[in-house]
């Protein structure tokens, strides 16, 4: 990354995270060179990146100051209900024929992860030696696990890597989780609205499921309580950071709540942590599983999104449940590719991961600002849009809505979206849809965009 983007991204992440509010002066170009130690140009092309992205403006004679985006539009309603037991239809199809870019939640790597993940995969060519000979371990590459440790040690999530366990994926290492803590029949509970993924796994493996209604912070752990304590939930998965579709992190007193509640009642937690490391600023969130005292999280998480999902690699912590999760993994899977592991591994030990998810936090950042700016000057004013703090989605909420007619008339346009009613079994989001922001807002981007406005305006009933 280029001297002045690097600078740029810093000033971003300050504004995000609030420590640069709305309207405040930014640095005089001479005092910025001299605070960062950069030359005049440097400091130029910083603040003109900053001013081309919305982030900051000039004003004659007064200097440069803080623009950031105001929510000017109310955001989704969280839909309160009194949760029950509920059945998924075991033919649950999610799947769409589309592959467009406001369809799956999905980025792309930049030049710089490309070249330094070849010189990875080459160093790891030279690492393997006979072990291309042997099937992979099926608990994973020790050189995989000890790097895993090491880097979410760093995070203050301290771990043994023989306790880790490598699976193909975060879904994968969730259904072996499903497996060893729960048998068909057991009702688990979720949140609500829930990733549509974990909707239609629970329908093939034949489990029911308790919808637990969502909050600003979290879920309404008072109803999560209430079904523990009467025994009718055998386990909970939840995504605790940057939930999908709506986007909402947990409070930390959420999460430890959350763990709290699995260690009392003695009920397994599984924890989807795929999108922990996604966050907008800096500062990463601790997972229900660091205030796990007894072992009853088993914590899920993967690459797919903070690196590539081609890799095919995630992992599990299963905590007290090792051995029954080691048992079941063992009789679904072969291992995970060798080379690919050795090769992630020497990403995240040559230290290219943690430079990655930076440049990565700071590129998603910067597209949710585009994608709120596009849309609040395109989309008309009823719609309700998600403000999430990390993450690739956003959730938009319409008054009125038509999801009969939205769905048909999208796929006449070819428009590759997530409807609302794909995350629940109850009948309460069909006025809602999530769209993926993890793409540039380009030219096809802009023509899917506009597509889906003008489909929203014509399937208003109201």
Known sequence: MSIYKDVAAQFIDDIVTGKLSDGSRMPSLRQLAKQRTISMSTAVSCYQELESQGWICSRPQAGYFVTAPKPDRAKPEMTQFVSKISTVNRNYALHSSLNGPLGISSTDNDLITITELERSFKRATKRIGNRLNRYPNTQGEPLLRDALSRHFSKLALNFSADNLIITSGCMPAIKSAIEATTKPGDAIAISSPCFSGILELLGQMSRKIIEIPSIEDGV?????????????????????????????????????????????????????????????????????????????????????????????????????????????????????????????????????????????????????????????????????????????????????????????????????????????????????????????????????????INAIEMCRTQ
């Open 220 to 452: 309404d752990l008072s109803q999560l309580e209430h079904h523990l304590k009467s025994r009718e939930v055998k386990a909970s998965i939840f995504c605790t950071s940057h939930m999908n579709p709506q986007g909402i992190t947990m409070s930390a007193q959420q999460k430890q709540r959350l763990a709290e509640l699995a260690n009392h009642y003695q009920t397994p937690m599984i924890e989807d942590d795929v999108y922990l490391e996604l966050s907008y600023s800096e500062h990463t969130p601790l997972p229900a599983k660091y205030y796990d005292q007894n072992g009853y999280v088993l914590w899920c998480g993967s690459v797919s999104k903070t690196l590539s999902p081609g890799y095919r690699l995630g992992w599990c912590l299963p905590g007290r449940y090792i051995d029954k999760y080691q048992q079941q993994h063992t009789a679904t899977s072969y291992g995970v590719s060798v080379p690919i592991q050795i090769a992630v591994a020497d990403f995240i030990d040559s230290g290219q991961y943690a430079k990655q998810l930076r440049r990565r936090r700071n590129k998603l950042a910067t597209l949710k600002h585009d994608y709120l700016k596009y849309l609040a000057q395109h989309l008309p004013s009823y719609v309700k849009v998600s403000d999430p703090l990390g993450g690739m989605v956003l959730w938009l909420q319409v008054p009125g809505l038509d999801s009969n007619q939205l769905s048909m008339q999208l796929e006449k346009e070819n428009v590759d979206i997530r409807l609302g009613h794909l995350f629940s079994t109850l009948d309460l989001y069909n006025d809602c849809l999530r769209i993926n922001i993890g793409y540039e807002i380009d030219d096809e981007v802009k023509s899917e965009l506009s597509r889906l």
